[in-house]
C-alpha cells in the first residue's frame, strides 16, 4: 500500500516568508509525529498528534512553527517568517493504533527546506 | 529528557567483515530501541528494534542486543555487504506512542 507522503519535496524560501509543509500518513495511522533533521545529524523531535489531538509540542524551536491535523488524518507543518536556521530536511512520520501492533514509525521521504 | 550517544561517527570495513555501532542512553524509562537506516536523500526505514524485556534479538545478518544496567545497546551487523553502506541512527523511546530520541548516526562503508 501506499507509505507516507509529503509535499513539497524540496522548497526553497527567502528568508522571513512564511512556509506550510504537508503530510499525508498512512490511511488509518493515529498518530503523527514531526521531526526535524539538520545536515549530518540524526532527526529531532518537533511534535506529535494522535488523531487530531496535538499531545506534545514540546520539540518545536520558536513559536514560529506551528502544525495542526484538524481532521486527524492530513497534516501541515506551518514555519512563519523563516530564518536560515530552518533550513533542514523536515520528515513526518506515522504509526497505527493500538498497543498490540508493532511499534515503528514509518517515515515519509521529507521536505528539505532550504532558506536564503 | 532523554539523551542518545552513537558512536562510532563513522566505520569503514572491508566487505565480509561485521560491524558494531554503540549508543548509550540516559532514560532508565525507556522501553525501546529501534534502529534506523539512511541513505543519502531517503527516508529513514527501520532494520530492526528491540523493546526492554528482551536482551538481543536477531534477523538474519543483523543482531541487537540490549544492557538495560549499563543503558546500552549495540547494533551487529555480520559478512557486510557493499549495499549496507549508509548511515544508521540508534534512538530509543518511552513506548509507542512516544518521540523517539535519535543518535547523531553512523556513516558506514563497506569497502568492496
Known amino acids: 500500500g501506499a507509505g507516507v507522503s509529503q509535499s513539497p519535496r524540496y522548497k526553497v524560501a527567502k528568508r522571513g516568508q512564511d512556509v506550510a509543509l504537508r503530510c499525508d500518513p498512512i490511511s488509518g495511522h493515529v498518530s503523527l509525529f514531526w521531526y526535524q533533521q539538520a545536515l549530518g545529524q540524526g532527526p529531532e523531535f518537533l511534535t506529535y498528534?494522535?488523531?487530531?489531538?496535538?499531545?506534545?509540542k514540546s520539540g518545536l524551536p520558536s513559536d514560529r512553527f506551528f502544525a495542526e491535523r484538524p481532521e486527524g488524518s492530513v497534516s501541515t507543518l506551518k514555519i512563519q517568517r523563516t530564518q536560515q536556521e530552518d533550513s533542514a530536511v523536515y520528515l513526518c512520520?506515522?504509526?497505527?493504533?493500538?498497543?498490540?501492533?508493532?511499534?515503528?514509525?514509518?517515515f515519509g521521504p521529507g521536505t528539505r527546506l532550504t532558506v536564503t | 529528557g532523554e539523551n542518545v550517544e552513537q558512536h562510532p561517527s563513522t566505520l569503514s570495513v572491508q566487505e565480509g567483515d561485521s560491524a558494531v555501532i554503540k549508543c548509550t542512553y540516559s532514560d532508565s524509562a525507556s522501553n525501546y530501541f529501534p534502529w534506523y537506516k539512511q541513505e543519502l536523500g531517503k527516508r529513514p526505514q527501520l532494520i530492526i528494534d528491540i523493546r526492554s524485556n528482551v536482551g538481543e534479538k536477531k534477523d538474519q545478518r543483523i543482531a541487537v542486543t540490549l544492557n538495560k544496567t549499563a543503558k546500552h545497546f549495540s547494533l551487529h551487523i555480520t559478512e557486510t555487504q557493499p549495499e549496507d553502506s549508509a548511515v544508521y541512527f540508534c534512538?530509543?523511546?518511552?513506548?509507542?506512542?512516544?518521540?523517539?530520541?535519535f543518535g547523531k548516526g553512523t556513516l558506514l562503508t563497506v569497502n568492496p
Open positions: 498528534f494522535q488523531n487530531e489531538a496535538q499531545l506534545d
Open positions: 512520520a506515522s504509526r497505527p493504533r493500538g498497543t498490540r501492533v508493532p511499534y515503528e514509525q514509518y
Open positions: 534512538a530509543a523511546s518511552l513506548g509507542s506512542n512516544y518521540k523517539l530520541t
